[in-house]
Every structure is written in structure tokens, then in C-alpha cells.
């Protein structure tokens, strides 16, 4: 690597350790090793629901332009442990606003894990978390946070005249297209060996159905290009780094 490389690639970085991306980066990666504890520590033999309390906001997030304005300082974590007869752990977090456990947003996580956890099943589950964590935060901070953003974050490129109505109402969106690639270069970094392209492709290949018509989440398989292209191009202008890249 030239020196030019180099320097250029130092900024990059001092760049992103003071942006909010990277702060909330930060954050995600205490709310899984949270979630990690609390699994390594209950009892597998049964199911189980648990409050992990409340997070702040306050360490996590730059709101000098709107030092005034007010917002939720708080978010909560509820999560379920299911067990069940799988092959391999399983995570799915949706973000609740009006929690029963909570009044605070909430980010509720089910993680179903097989009756016989290993060591490669951990590892495999802190990817999954941090990932699912990472999309759900930046969901909760476009939502709740009057943080400073780049103009260039809510800009998606892409041709609508060739992508269909269900990529573009879910996929292509300016809120999801950030959190779904936020969260996988959070899973990623963690598993270095494989680029963003490849991840993307890897996510995008099983939504593919002849009928995404009924089906909210399918996409039609003209739509992969287009949304990896999309959100490819996302990450080339508001990630500071080029560690998405693979080696």
C-alpha cells in the first residue's frame, strides 16, 4: 500500500470514529455482548422472556446541530429465548414503540436456539445478533434522534422504471437502505474473509419468488441487481472506510 493509501486511509478512519455511524456501531456491539451474556447465563431448557432494562442514547450520538431538541434519551431491549429442534441458531428483532415491557422504544429480539448449543453455534449467533442489533438501531435513530446526517444518507440511486413495486417500497427505501447495510458490515467485520457484494447477493438470493406480487417481502429476480447495485452504491458514498470490501 502507497503512502498516499495509507494517509488516505488513516483519515478514513479518524473520519468515522468521531461519526455517528461509528458510535452507534459501538453501541450495538454492547447490546449483543449483552444479549451473548444473558444466553450464556439462563437456563436452555425452557423458553424465556427478559427485560435486559434500558439503553442511552446520550455517549452514542452527536446532536450538536440541534442541541435544543427534544427526544427519547432511551430505548429498552426485550428478549426472547425460544429452544427449539433446529439445525442452527436463528434471530429475528423488529423495533416496538409501544412495548408492554416499556415505555420507551423498544428493540424486541427473538433468538431461537437448537437444544444442543456448540461453540460454533455462538459465534454464529454474535454475527446474526450484531447484525439484526445494528439494522434496528439505525432504524431507532432515524426515528427517535434529531442527529446531524450527510446529504448523501438519504439518497438511494436506482431506476425505478426497472425495479418492482415491492423492492422499491421495502428494499430501496431511505430508511432500509441504510440499516440493512449498516447492519451487515457490523456482521461482517466480525467475519472479515467476505465482502459486502457477496453478503448482499447472499441475503437477496432466497426473497426471490415467481409470485412477489402476494408476497410482501419477495422481490422478483430482475430486483437483486438493482438493490445490490443500490445499496453497493450507498456504502461507496457514506461509508468512510473501505473495509466492506473483500480481500
Request: glycine share 2%; no cysteine; charged share 30%.
Amino acid at each position: 500500500m502507497s503512502d498516499i493509501m495509507i494517509r488516505n486511509y488513516i483519515r478514513a478512519v479518524i473520519a468515522e470514529s468521531s461519526s455517528n455511524i461509528r458510535r452507534l456501531n459501538s453501541l450495538s456491539k454492547k447490546v449483543t455482548r449483552d444479549i451473548m451474556t444473558l444466553i450464556k447465563t439462563s437456563d436452555l431448557s425452557r423458553d424465556s422472556k427478559v427485560d435486559l432494562g434500558t439503553y442511552s442514547w446520550a455517549a452514542s450520538i452527536d446532536t450538536a446541530q440541534n442541541p435544543d431538541e427534544e427526544f427519547d434519551k432511551y430505548f429498552s431491549v426485550i428478549v426472547g429465548i425460544l429452544i427449539r429442534d433446529v439445525p442452527a441458531p436463528d434471530v429475528y428483532a423488529h423495533i416496538n414503540p409501544d412495548d408492554d415491557f416499556s415505555s420507551y422504544s423498544a428493540i424486541r429480539v427473538n433468538v431461537i436456539l437448537p437444544k444442543v448449543l456448540s461453540n460454533e453455534h455462538l459465534g454464529m449467533l454474535y454475527r446474526e445478533l450484531l447484525e439484526a442489533m445494528r439494522h434496528e438501531i439505525e432504524h431507532l435513530s432515524q426515528d427517535d434522534l434529531p442527529r446531524p446526517v450527510d446529504d448523501e444518507y438519504s439518497i438511494v440511486k436506482y431506476d425505478k422504471n426497472k425495479v418492482t413495486l415491492n423492492a422499491e417500497r421495502y428494499y430501496l427505501t431511505k430508511k432500509e437502505v441504510p440499516s440493512f447495510v449498516l447492519g451487515m458490515l457490523a456482521k461482517l467485520r466480525v467475519k472479515t474473509k467476505q465482502g459486502l457484494s457477496d453478503e448482499i447477493k447472499r441475503y437477496l438470493q432466497p426473497k426471490v419468488s415467481d409470485n412477489w406480487g402476494e408476497e410482501p417481502e419477495s422481490i422478483a429476480k430482475e430486483d437483486v441487481g438493482i438493490i445490490h447495485d443500490a445499496w453497493m452504491d450507498w456504502a461507496d458514498r457514506n461509508v468512510k472506510t473501505r473495509s466492506y470490501q473483500a480481500p
